[in-house]
């Protein structure tokens, strides 16, 4: 992609995340939600660069089991979920009832029963669907609830104070909105952050923590090797640490959008068993990511990120390098 | 009494609040905890009580959980959010320094409310 066309993509989602989604979110969720499939669709055509890139991971994961028809027709549709996600975001105005009478919560009583034991309770998911809004219902509906997870633009060096500013006032203002306490952000030197989590357990808290999270350089060495996506990936299993270190029970939470595009059911499942050692127990946890990416591919905003897919051990190497824009996949990850 | 005396039954409170001498029982009892169950890189061994556990990567985040959730087992002393930063955990000797200046506070918590 040219410079000319780096720049029309970008102004293009600044404009849709600036004036686009939040004018459409206030309107009904049929018409809402179909401007961003329809957006979605246009940047699956015109967006060369980042379509080749999904399609490539897609191939190179799930390709065995999809087949070339349904790998074009799965990347068609991370482009919508991704675009339908900002939608997402946008409805979590007020008290979150625009957004939360679009999804249904399954599972509800699992965590109220976690909850009851006093000793919190970790939600584990994973880069999937509009998870980060999905907890922010949650904790719309009463839950204390803390989140693990990296805002990229606070960490790439380099980046500039409007990119900075900008990803703060339209996404991390309005999900801190609806958090108990502010992001715990795992990075280099922030040793703090599980016992921060530890903390939030202590308080009878709910922390969410995604555990597809690509490690970086310097968690290479506390990976386990686990199956996932029919390959070996390289994933930290600090979940299990965290959960054995504070006695807090661990349930899956995956949420996964409809085929209206509009309504989505948020399933929360029972304690997953803790015991045997770290890497059967974390492989539980791997099992249940696993399965919620397969029933459904295109929730998975990996896709969108190839670096993480090769860091993660699921891919030899991106090959297609960021020529393109990174400003959308990597906002909608969080 | 301060918590970490109650924690150690039959020791000396005052060596062990560090009000004479050098206050060495409590740093022996962290030291031994982490040169056990945090060090990985054995060549660190013996660990001395000034050495960074932050430069030498012997703390990271599951570590340092590990650390404090010893510390409140140990000597029933729960670290506040505020307290959970890098610097306080940085040597031996810094984590002891705090450890008796939370234990303080707490008892004089105790002592007002009781």
């Keep these: ?334 | 009494m301060p918590l970490l005396s109650r924690c150690c039954p039959g020791h000396d409170a005052n060596r062990v609040t560090g009000k004479r001498g050098a206050g060495t029982e409590l740093e022996a009892v962290i030291n031994d905890f982490i040169s056990r169950e945090l060090v990985q890189d054995r060549a660190l061994l013996p660990l001395g009580n000034t050495t960074s556990l932050l430069d030498t990567g012997v703390l990271d985040s599951l570590s340092l959980l590990r650390l404090v959730v010893f510390i409140q087992e140990r000597f029933g002393i729960v670290v506040d959010d505020v307290d959970l930063v890098p610097e306080n955990f940085d040597t031996v000797n810094v984590i002891c320094a705090c450890l008796r200046s939370w234990d303080g506070k707490a008892s004089g918590r105790a002592g007002g409310h009781g």
């Design chain 1, 1 to 334: 992609m040219g410079e000319a066309g780096q720049l029309l993509r970008r102004a293009e989602i600044v404009a849709y995340w600036l004036a686009v989604a939040p004018l459409t979110a206030r309107l009904p969720a049929s018409f809402a939600y179909g401007v961003a499939c329809w957006r979605g669709d246009q940047c699956f055509r015109y967006w060369s660069a980042k379509r080749a890139e999904v399609v490539h991971g897609l191939r190179e994961v799930l390709g065995e089991e999809l087949g070339e028809e349904a790998v074009q027709r799965v990347a068609r549709d991370v482009f919508r979920s991704v675009s339908c996600q900002v939608i997402d975001v946008m409805r979590l105005r007020g008290r979150a009832e625009p957004l939360e009478k679009l999804v249904e919560v399954r599972g509800r009583e699992h965590l109220d029963a976690a909850l009851a034991g006093g000793k919190g309770a970790i939600l584990c998911s994973a880069h999937f669907g509009s998870y980060v809004s999905a907890f922010s219902l949650l904790h719309a509906s009463g839950l204390p609830l803390t989140t693990i997870g990296r805002w990229w633009w606070n960490y790439r060096p380099g980046e500039s104070l409007a990119v900075r500013r900008f990803w703060d006032v339209v996404y991390a203002r309005r999900m801190l909105r609806h958090r108990q306490r502010p992001n715990i952000e795992p990075w280099p030197g922030r040793v703090q952050v599980a016992a921060q989590a530890a903390a939030a357990l202590r308080g009878n808290e709910v922390v969410t923590i995604c555990s597809d999270a690509a490690p970086l350089d310097t968690d290479l060495t506390r990976t386990i090797d686990v199956p996932f996506l029919g390959h070996r990936a390289r994933l930290l299993p600090g979940v299990v640490t965290l959960a054995r270190l504070t006695g807090a029970p661990v349930l899956m939470a995956f949420v996964h959008r409809l085929p209206d595009y509009r309504h989505q059911v948020l399933e929360i499942s029972p304690p997953v068993p803790m015991d045997g050692d770290t890497a059967t127990a974390f492989g539980r946890c791997v099992t249940a990511m696993d399965g919620a990416i397969r029933a459904s591919p295109a929730e998975w905003d990996f896709w969108f990120e190839p670096d993480d897919l090769a860091s993660l051990g699921l891919l030899q190497d991106a090959r297609h390098p960021r020529y393109c824009d990174e400003l959308a996949g990597r906002a909608l990850t969080g």
